[in-house]
């Protein structure tokens, strides 16, 4: 059986007319160099399993480069496994996951975990420069701290991650992605922890600072998926399947009280909770 | 009162109070001063013995420190070795368990046979009194390093030996700061037992004899510089670990 999501057809006349080609919305930006269009990400055929349970299988699903796709589902069906073997960090049972360029993935992906995931022995501009520190490389100091001027914590750089608060760290963990300036950014729930003023505010930015990027986000939040994504699928079941892409109209980040907001938000919780045994 | 004021004078308090129970002790029980000697003759002996009690002290400091340093040294070895080589695992910890199931205090006179009276006996028995806490401490800080922080290293593309450095390492050193602290308090204990089988220097071999002289006055002037170095040596590694270690803080004391 095969959820294939055919996104391509309808992506660019359907969501995108107002929002501005990727190359333009980075120049707007003016933070990082995605030059072109970036790679979209094509999962084939995925098959999950721990011994003889299936956790899911014959997973299809492809993002169009620059796309903010929200996968949606409920706590334990498999959204962090699948964003796990996206991000190179397990193996799937059977299937790939690659490129729409045909290059490899590897060093393309930037990953956003449940945490923040700052390096408590690291303050905010060192954890931002994380991965120079972790290849050996010189880190880039002035692009650190403008990066962190971009997420509103210019003042902070010398702080360490326990002297900030929680909306805090998630901005530096923001910083820390975008330092890496990588066409692919994968987010594991990365807001979830956040109280919900907070959380709106934090996925704003993100929404702004990760335009022109190929993004996929899981979350089990009706809500943060259609403040922020392109297309929606909900991935459900035992095994899991994915469900038919919805696609919301509109720029992101939408305000909580767009219609076409609250339109599909509904849609979607009626969705995922017939979907889910009682 | 300022709180580094009071943690200050917290232990001078406990102390004179400690000093005025022995004092009206050893003059109102009639104990005599042989087995127990008054604080005033305790104090004259430190001042008369003044010179042995450095040159001893300075011995059993320089064999405490070296088996502090080399044990913890060795323990930490180990601890890599055990975490990640699963045959070192298998061939080093039961080793190890035989280490500490054998009592150091049994082992003392054949350490002493082999190594001698000198201080090389003194430094193996305290690097056998302290090498374990510091690799069980250690290896489990190792094995404890959050997965988060591992994968997102892993998506920087951080190679084995990066991830050991910049991550397994560094968040592991609360926990290593633990052994340290447990090997530090412990081990004069097998330098002053090392004394005791057999030396010709050092506060254990000046307590043994005094003591078979009886001249209590004496040991126990040793003791009281013995338990005053062991204190000293403790609160200086903690402090300078928990200088090292500014990230990591106390959560009880914010509680």
Known sequence: ?278 | MKPYLASGLRPVMTLLVLLAVWATVSKTSGIQTFLLPTPKSVAIALWEQRGMLASSTATTLTETALGLLLGTILGAVSALAIVYSPFMQRWLMPLLLISQAIPVFALAPLLVLWFGFGMASKVVMAIIVIFFPITAAFSDGLRRTDLGFLDLARTMNASPLSILSHVRLPAAMPAFASGLRVATAIAPIGAVVGEWVGASSGLGYVMLNANARIETDVMFAALFVLALMAISLWVLVDRVLKRLLFWAPDTTAMA
Request: aromatic share 4%.
């Open chain 1, 1 to 278: 059986m095969t959820a294939a999501v055919p996104f391509s057809a309808r992506a660019t006349k359907s969501s995108r007319p107002q929002k501005a080609p990727p190359n333009l919305a980075t120049t707007s930006t003016a933070t990082v160099s995605v030059d072109q269009t970036p790679p979209g990400l094509r999962i084939e055929d995925l098959a999950l399993r721990y011994g003889d349970r299936t956790i899911f299988e014959h997973l299809n699903l492809t993002l169009n480069g620059g796309e903010f796709v929200v996968l949606l589902g409920a706590s334990g069906v498999g959204k962090t496994s699948l964003l796990k073997i996206v991000a190179g960090l397990s193996t799937p049972a059977e299937g790939r996951v690659v490129a729409t360029d045909g290059l490899p993935l590897s060093h393309r992906i930037a990953y956003m975990g449940q945490q923040d995931l700052l390096y408590p022995w690291l303050n905010t501009v060192q954890n931002v420069m994380l991965g120079s520190r972790l290849r050996g490389e010189k880190g880039d100091h002035e692009r650190a701290l403008h990066l962190l001027g971009r997420v509103g914590l210019g003042d902070r750089a010398k702080a360490l991650p326990s002297e900030l608060s929680g909306g805090m760290r998630q901005r530096a963990a923001i910083a820390r992605t975008l330092y890496e300036d990588r066409p692919i950014v994968l987010m594991d729930e990365p807001f979830s922890a956040l109280d919900s003023f907070t959380r709106a505010r934090v996925q704003d930015l993100a929404a702004e600072l990760l335009q022109g990027r190929t993004a996929l986000l899981i979350t089990h939040d009706p809500l943060e998926a259609c403040r922020l994504g392109h297309h929606l699928v909900v991935l459900s079941g035992h095994p899991a399947k994915l469900g038919p892409p919805i696609t919301i109209r509109g720029q992101t980040p939408r305000a909580p009280d767009d219609e076409e907001l609250l339109h599909t938000q509904g849609r979607l919780m009626r969705q995922l909770t017939e979907l889910e045994p009682k």
